[in-house]
């Protein structure tokens, strides 16, 4: 232990006593000290001789003021000597448990001498259970060692599992540690089985006891993440997390680990090695656990990037079906109009064979009437003239025949060509943005270094644009195929025949 005493130069001390006391002498014919006065001068001197000191001793008379102050005795072993201490409030908030009588402390403050009674007593600034500084010397050796390994190394730290099957703790069966963590599990994942390895987390067989439980539930492999830890307490209270067998077994765990020892403020070895660092036992649980609102809020998240990206790579496919409607339109519509003319010249066919039949009976009529009156230059005429209006009446109705089949002819070749299949089929394809999925009809509808899509006649391409030649490039201007020329029908009427007959 330091001497409380090394920080005091005891020559120049006596030195400056020997002064004051001199100039005292010089004074003393005329007037005595007050007590004040001595009192205050001694409390100068040893304040200025004294302004550390690192003490070691048994609490007595231990006493906490209403005020939050915090008076005690501190003294030998052998009550050989004792000295009155003194803690404030603004020090003694700061500590996490009181010492009691009895209690061997270390504690670090200044001397200072309370003049209304003229004793000297200590003004603590900090107070710890004697010992403690051999377990931070410990703790501090320990630590520098796993890190020279890379025991804390970032790299080596795993992701928890997202989704955990099972959960596996490591703690003491009957510590509040374990009852908030089922709490917390409990109200947040009540589906997620929980594996409970029982250890004593405080005493001389409590690091082994927790290096085992780590092992034995990697051999039994129930669970997906491992919470590791035990509720707050005293720096010996919580050792057993800094000890090197612990941190071993943490590092050889082959399932994540999350360390949750004590409150937030503690930090063990343990803390160090883990994969994962909670404050508390109960935000071990929490982390480890999703609640059900989390859930739902992810899987609703995925669910509108999922229609949004269906929706993307189903816009070119209704473009295409528009497409295809509006040919199909088109189609329909032209078959329409070629039914309209069918139809028509059935019903000219129809009137020509009526109108043919009439000339058969009139021919008929006329005939018998000749056989009557014998006129042979007239019945031969007329036979000649109706012999031609036969022939006429034949090659006319032949003639539109001929060109109603050759209409409807090229009418089903258009109505083909406008098939959007039969002209992928010729070699023909549609070209789309990749990133708009727009189709492109003319080349400045692109750039190079664009991707674009092909839709073949049979599955699609990728590709990157090279380069783009506009119309004027191509030789000129843009020409359509003239259109096949609408077949004309001519009517033929019983007036027409009269006509040329007369």
Known sequence: MTNPFDNLNGQAFLNEGRTWLGAQEAEEQSRPLTVYELTRELKRLLEEAFRFVYVEGEVSNFKRHTSGHLYFTLKDEEDRASINCVMWKTDAV??????????????????????????????????RPAGLGRLFLEFQRLKEKLEREGLFAPERKRPLPPFPRAIGVVTSQTGAAIRDILKVLGRRAPQIPVFIYPVRVQGAEAAREIAHGIQRMNELALADVLIV?????????????????????????????????????????????ADVRAPTPSAAAEIVAKSSGELLEQISALRRRLVHTIDRRLAPLREVRHLRQRMVGAVQRRCTRLETALQLRARIIQSVRLRVSAYQSAITRFSDLLRLQRPMSIVNETR??????????????????????????????????????????????ITYDAATHQILRRADDTAPGRVVRVVLHQGELRANVVATTGAQDCGGQHSSAPSAPQPELPLFTPDDERGTQQ
């Open 94 to 127: 700061r500590l996490r448990s009181l010492p009691k009588d009895g209690d061997k402390v270390e504690v670090r403050g200044r001397i200072t001498v309370y003049e209304p009674r003229g004793q000297y007593q200590i003004v603590v600034n900090e107070i």
């Open 229 to 273: 830890g035990r509720g707050g307490g005293s720096l010996e209270d919580l050792w057993a997390f800094n000890e090197e067998v612990v941190a071993r077994a943490i590092a050889a765990s082959s399932i994540p680990v999350i360390s949750a020892v004590g409150h937030e403020v503690d930090f063990t070895i343990a803390d160090f090695v």
């Open 384 to 429: 000649q003239r109706l012999d031609d209006l036969v022939e006429r009446a034949a090659a006319a109705f032949s003639e539109r025949l001929a060109r109603a089949k050759h209409c409807a002819e090229l009418l089903s070749a258009r109505l083909k060509a406008l098939d959007p299949t039969s002209i992928l089929a010729r070699g023909y394809s």
